[in-house]
């Protein structure tokens, strides 16, 4: 089985022992080859997928994990796929789950529960940025790693900016009780970021008592302590967490202090260090198994766009790259192919981009950075496009947001790039096409996988 599994992932990865088992999904050890570098691989069953009406909250996960990249998130390297299965290839994390430090009525210490609640802070506010709400925060989704860092994992209930409906507010009801702030609850609508917070809280407490502020074995009582925010503090929290904690605690979300205020409250701010600085790095979805001959690669020549994430893009089956996006978000046109040369394609779209008036920067022979000279609703708008080379004398070109507003972005696309193309475009994405390409290259057909 590991042998087949090893081929199945086109040799690069090595998967071993079960680690892991969620209602949805298997979590394996796994190894990168050629470096050697432990991964974790997530497992999901596509059949599973679709009979269970998940597909929307994969998307939400992948979406969410991809645009969160920060040193106390998880991170997904790569999302592989297969006809029937999709992997999840994240960075492994090795010290277990933040709760088996409090489970069986443990505490922390004020200040390593504040190194933690630091790190958390920290990681839901780059998420917030990023407009992703993460909706299921508690200690069991706060992983350690090998240098006693915290490392959000779990993004199956985030919910992304373009979820909210007219009233601009999210709507559905997730996450785990005792840690869902009172607005969830009460169904009428609620702000994704201030819910994170108020579970954030219900961490803090956690960390510092062993034990929860709400907890009551008949639900509909714990609701009840939930809405008033009826808890007690035990005798040896100190004046300063008790005040914070009764500001994140607050029943009325409008009260509730923000992640801003936390951070400049005194308490917070001890023995604070930043982050290490980042860089976002953008994830490519890719078949593990194309067909040899089917695509080629070469320091010389474009990077390859495999024959997976041809028909993912250009077609409307399931989806797994442009999967990630809302279903207005899929109309904009940011994928074509072409059967013009990729240098070609480059200085075609390094013309149009001066004629538009961006700034274009080349970062290597075949992806154009291309950055807006006005600010926009969102600062300015900044665009790199990608060009991949298939064998049959077709190039594919990916279009991807790397700053600004997502509307400007889209007219970009839709308004200025595609017109300006026109006579070297073949195919844009979303246009009726078809297409023969084989994306499962005669791999995985076992479908016994339990989630």
């Known amino acids: ?3 087949q599994t090893q081929m199945l992932l086109g040799g690069k990865y090595e998967k071993g022992r079960l680690i892991g088992k969620g209602t949805f999904a298997k979590v394996y050890y796994g190894r990168e080859i050629s470096t050697g570098e432990s991964v974790a691989i997530k497992v999901i069953n596509k059949d599973q997928v679709r009979d269970q009406g998940m597909v929307e909250q994969i998307q939400r996960e992948i979406s969410a994990t991809r645009l969160v990249r920060h040193p106390n998130v998880v991170e997904l390297r790569e999302v592989l796929a297969t006809k029937s299965k999709i992997y999840y290839v994240m960075e492994y994390v090795s010290g277990g789950e933040l709760f088996a430090k409090v489970a069986g009525g443990g505490r922390l210490k004020e200040d390593v529960a504040r190194k933690y609640f630091q790190q958390l802070i920290s990681a839901v506010d780059f998420c917030h940025s990023r407009g992703v709400s993460h909706r299921d925060i508690k200690p ?75 907890h009551d074995e008949n639900l ?57 600085s980042f860089r976002l790095k953008k994830e490519r979805v890719s078949s593990p198994d194309p067909k040899p001959g089917s695509l080629k690669k ?13 028909i993912s893009t250009m077609s409307s089956g399931f989806d797994l790259s442009t999967l990630f996006e809302s279903k207005e978000k899929k109309k904009v046109a940011s994928v074509f192919t072409s059967k013009f040369s990729a240098r070609e394609i480059v200085e075609r779209i390094e013309a149009a981009a001066r004629g538009l008036r961006f700034r274009v920067e080349k970062e290597d022979d075949f992806k154009v950075k291309m950055e ?80």
């Open 220 to 276: 509909t009582n714990l609701y009840r302590k939930i809405f008033k925010a009826e808890y007690e503090f035990p005798p040896w929290f100190s004046p300063e967490t008790r005040k914070l904690i009764s500001k994140i605690l607050m029943a009325d979300p409008q009260r509730r202090i923000s992640i801003e205020g936390i951070m400049r409250v005194p308490w917070y701010r001890r023995g604070l260090s930043r982050p290490n």
């Open 1 to 3: 089985m590991e042998e």
């Open 298 to 310: 070469s320091t010389s020549s474009p990077a390859f766009f495999n024959a997976f994430e041809l």
């Open 372 to 451: 807006g000279t006005e600010e926009g609703r969102k600062g300015v708008l900044a665009v790199t496009a990608e060009v991949f080379e298939m064998v049959t004398e077709m190039t594919v070109v990916e279009f991807s947001k790397d700053s600004g507003d997502t509307l400007e972005y889209e007219k970009f696309c839709e308004e200025d790039v595609r017109p300006a193309l026109k006579d070297i475009v073949w195919t844009w994405q979303g246009d009726d096409c078809t297409s023969s390409v084989d994306g499962d290259g005669g791999g995985d057909r076992d479908r016994n996988v339990n989630l």
């Open 140 to 214: 069991e989704n706060l992983l350690l790693d090998g240098n006693d860092d915290l490392k959000i994992t779990d993004f199956g209930f985030s919910a992304l900016s373009e979820q909210k409906r007219y009233d601009g507010l999210l709507h559905t009801l997730c996450g785990t009780p005792a840690y869902v702030a009172p607005e969830v609850l009460r169904k009428k609508g609620y702000d994704g970021a201030k819910a994170d917070i108020w579970s954030c809280g219900v961490v803090l407490y956690v960390l510092l008592a062993g034990f929860l502020p709400f």
